[in-house]
C-alpha cells in the first residue's frame, strides 16, 4: 500500500528540542573556535542542516558536498565517489561535517578525509541519526541527534526512493509496503 503513512519513530516536537540541545553544545564547543563551516551532506542532511544552523549562537557558514555510493546491483559495495565538493576553502577553518544518518559508516569515513584534505583546522561530525548496529567501519561521531535500530527510516531530509523526505518527522517504513 502505497499511500501508507510512515509510523512516527521520532516526532516533530523531539527533534526540534533535541536540535536546540545539540546547537547549544556546539555553540558553547565552537564558542573560541572560529571561524565555523557546517559542511551538510545532500541530500539527505539539508533540513537538519538547515535548523541546526539557525539555532547557533556563534558565527558560521555553510557549505555542502554531495556523494553517491556505488552499488552493485541492489547492494552497496561501500566504495563512495564524490559528485560535488565544498565551493569555499577550508584551510584554517573548524568544519563540522553534518549528515542526516551514519549507517554502515563509509561515507562519513570517506567525508572525514576529502575534508581533511582541504587543510582545516578541525573537522568534527555531528549526525542527526546513527544505526550503531549497522556500522561496518568506526568513524568518530562527535554529536549525535537519535541513536536508532536497523529499521528503514524517512522524514526530516530521509528518503525511500526520494519519498517521504519533506515529513516533518522520523518515521518508519517497511519497504515491502512500497513495493
Ligand atoms: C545516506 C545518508 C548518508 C549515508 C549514510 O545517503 O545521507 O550520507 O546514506 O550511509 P552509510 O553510513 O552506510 O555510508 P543516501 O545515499 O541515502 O543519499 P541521500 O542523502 O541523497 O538520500
New binding site residues.
Partial sequence: MNDMAPQVLISEADISKRVAELADEISADYANKTPLIMVG?????FIFLADLSRRLSIPRTIEFI????YETGSV?S?A?RLVMDVRGSLVDKHVLIV?????????????IGIMKSHGPASVRTCTLLH?AE???VD?PIDYTGFSVANEWVVGY???YA?KD?TLPYIGIVNPEDRA
Fill in positions: 551532506v545532500l541530500k539527505g542532511a554531495a556523494v553517491s555510493s552497496q561501500g563512495v549528515e542526516d544518518i551514519v549507517d554502515t559508516g563509509h561515507t562519513l569515513d570517506y567525508l544505526k549497522s556500522a561496518e568513524v531530509g530521509l528518503d526520494e523526505r
